[in-house]
């Protein structure tokens, strides 16, 4: 895969947020530039070529002369043709970006240590399995399906077919009571819904299910260096194939070695049919609005701080993943992390890891400060690339209120979940009432676009809602005991599906054995 060079970046403490960089070349082989094979063609026109093939025969609109250019070997004649004018962008000098070639075994060795959880609601079962399809081969899929029971059953036995070649897979419900009940005992009660004081189920929601999905992988294959996320609803195969190869590139491309590495997508596309047409926007509703108010955060952050060294996060505009459902982490950081409910999830990660490393009190005894419970041990510092993919984003259209929600959940993470000092009455030296003050502001105007936006701005009973929905915050997945978690679903589960992990036996006969092997299985 061919990209620009990650080579910009904002440093906000121990927090490394680098400029979006771009999906060049799907598939750029071993990364070697090939020789010509055999008598190279020469095209009439070349140097080599006959002149007089450009006679005005082809338009007679044209001279021959107006071709000249593209036979230059002077960059700047070519860069004079370019629509796009070096000058808007002051990260390119000289208006070519710096590229970069991830050859196609370092992908395919990343990808071979990635695990991919597909979180899915009721979704086509044609639909998920066109998903698993653009899954590269060396991932291990993951279903974390909280569909009705009927669903889940189709969806088993798709996954079942769908895995047939030696295909290693892991399938779990949301409302399986054996997981419930491990993360219950085991560190992580605060996920599980109780019935008369028993435990039943991992609630509802999209991040409740990545996390079991990450707990699942954690526990069961430890080996899995890096998990990622696709939704289920994408309808275009081909786009989760690439999808999965920008996360390995963005691993390979972290810049900072020793730092923790999340990668985020912002699709080149999300199109929309409106009225018959394709309308290729390239923003979704609910990120717009959720992007906006981060990079207003970011800016806050910056007029707080006393030191000047957040200077370069004001205005800068430079988170465009806000929302980003696709997105991978190192399993550490995935383990370590913090997560919100629901759709809350992907903001979250930003307001987090801004709380946590991205200011200058890196106090380790600060606990307590703001409006976060307290510092999250074990948190290394953290590079965030983002990274701009080439296929448009088809998936299941959503009405306007689910998207309306969608991003008052987002602002809900940033009103509520303000970074230490910004939500701290009283900051320790240098910061002062001033920084708390800033913090108020940004509440304020987060209120007021509410109050604007009153027609977008109720809730189910048609109640004016005043703030926006405060987020539910679960502590990391590391508080679980995963030995105590996988022998509990291994002994007691009723859901739970292992497909080829040839190290891991459940007691139940639901591990298929292939008919024969194909390809070679990746090691887990
Ligand atoms: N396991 C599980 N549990 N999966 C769920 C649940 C749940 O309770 N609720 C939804 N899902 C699945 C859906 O089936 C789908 O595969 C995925 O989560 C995303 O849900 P959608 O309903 O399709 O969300 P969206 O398309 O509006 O939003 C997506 O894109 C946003 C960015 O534009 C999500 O990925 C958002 O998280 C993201 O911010
Ligand atoms: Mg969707």
Known sequence: MRLTEPTKALQMGNLSIMHLIEVLELDAGSGIPLEPVGSAFTPQG???????????SLDDSLDGSDYDDLFSDDEQDLRDLSDTDPEDDESVPDGVPPEVTIPQAQLETILGQMAVIVPCKNEDTTIIEGVLSGIPRGCLIVLVSNSESRAYKKEVMMLRRFCRQARPALAIHQGDAAAAAAFNMYGLDDLVTHVGGTPKRIRNGKGEG??????????LCPQRRYVAFVDADIMVPGAVNEYCRAFAAGFALNPNPGTET????????????RNGEIDYTCEGRSSQVVNRWLNRLLTAMADADPTGKLAAARDSEIIVTGNAGEHAMTMDLALNLRLANGYAIEPFHFVELLDQLGHHNQNPHADGLGYNTGRVPNLQPVTIMQIRTRNPHFHRVTDDSHVRSMWASGLGSIYHHL??????????????????????KLRGDILDYLADNNDENEDAKGELVHEPPKPRIYPPVSNLDLDRFRERVRSEHKTLICLNLQHFKLPRPNTITPPYQYGVTPPL
Do not use: C, N
Request: hydrophobic share 40%; aromatic share 8%; proline share 15%.
């Open 210 to 219: 990545m996390m079991l999905g990450i707990a699942l992988v954690a526990a």
């Open 262 to 273: 999340m990668v985020r997508l912002r699709w080149a596309s999300k199109p929309k049919v």
């Open 419 to 440: 970074p230490a000092p910004l939500s701290t009455p009283a900051p320790p030296p240098p910061f002062s009432s001033k920084s708390f003050a800033r913090g108020e």
């Open 46 to 56: 070349s140097e080599q070529g006959d002149e007089a093939s450009f006679d005005g």
